[in-house]
Antibody
Framework: EVQLLESGGGLVQPGGSLRLSCAAS????????MSWVRQAPGKGLEWVSG???????YYADSVKGRFTISRDNSKNTLYLQMNSLRAEDTAVYYC??????????????????WGQGTMVTVSS | QSALTQPASVSGSPGQSITISCTGT?????????VSWYQQHPGKAPKLMIY???NRPSGVSNRFSGSKSGNTASLTISGLQAEDEADYYC??????????FGGGTKLTVL
């Protein structure tokens, strides 16, 4: 079964850091670009960041310079390092597998498999 | 990157058809055939319903269809069913190599 399982969410103070992980199973992880998408409480979806199978990275303007996406293909795991966190970063963070291949531009920019999400709360 | 524009809500009766619009610019929706649509039920993760404007993933009902004209994409649901009641989001690739979502549309089945 194709599955994504996020972990690492929690409560953090403004200005703090947190690292999210997403463990993938049931598919050849290195063959697909991956993304993080977040959803603030009661709000819509917001794309956060994407990474190709070989490690090229892409970021939304709202997190550029503060968040770093990475992957370890040997461990079938996607990461999101979040620094300088702000209240507006409070959200459920989903990892998502792209429909297409390993390249970002061959991915169809469509997300066919999603994790269950992990909640990040930034508050003092 | 501004969010794509969707109506906040739409409604329809069982058996009817509804259409949800998604308006962007020539730098996203209008410039690429990389529009996707997602269905999200409360407390659940989104589900991919349409990709590349009009393609359905395996397992998605053919009652769901997508199209695009200029800077506006559309999702049509025919033969509306109670289980279709959910939030729907469009997304598009952008000229900045990013992805942008719409604000979401709440579909109510009357």
């Amino acid at each position: 079964e194709v599955q994504l399982l996020e972990s690492g969410g929690g409560l953090v103070q403004p200005g703090g850091s947190l690292r999210l992980s997403c463990a993938a199973s049931g598919f050849t992880f290195s063959s697909y670009a991956m993304s993080w998408v977040r959803q603030a409480p009661g709000k819509g979806l917001e794309w956060v960041s994407g990474i190709s199978g070989s490690g090229s990275t892409y970021y939304a303007d709202s997190v550029k310079g503060r968040f770093t996406i990475s992957r370890d293909n040997s461990k079938n795991t996607l990461y999101l390092q979040m620094n300088s966190l702000r209240a507006e970063d409070t959200a459920v963070y989903y990892c998502a597998k792209t429909l297409g291949g390993s390249g970002w531009y061959g991915s169809s920019f469509a997300f066919d498999i999603w994790g269950q999400g992990t909640m990040v709360t930034v508050s003092s | 990157q501004s969010a794509l524009t969707q109506p906040a809500s739409v409604s329809g009766s069982p058996g009817q058809s509804i259409t949800i619009s998604c308006t962007g610019t020539s730098s996203d929706v209008g410039g690429y055939n990389y529009v996707s649509w997602y269905q999200q039920h409360p407390g659940k993760a989104p589900k991919l319903m349409i990709y590349e404007v009009s393609n359905r993933p395996s397992g998605v009902s053919n009652r769901f269809s997508g199209s695009k004209s200029g800077n506006t994409a559309s999702l049509t649901i025919s033969g509306l069913q109670a289980e279709d009641e959910a939030d729907y989001y469009c997304s598009s690739h952008t000229s900045s190599s990013t992805v942008v979502f719409g604000g979401g549309t709440k579909l109510t089945v009357l």
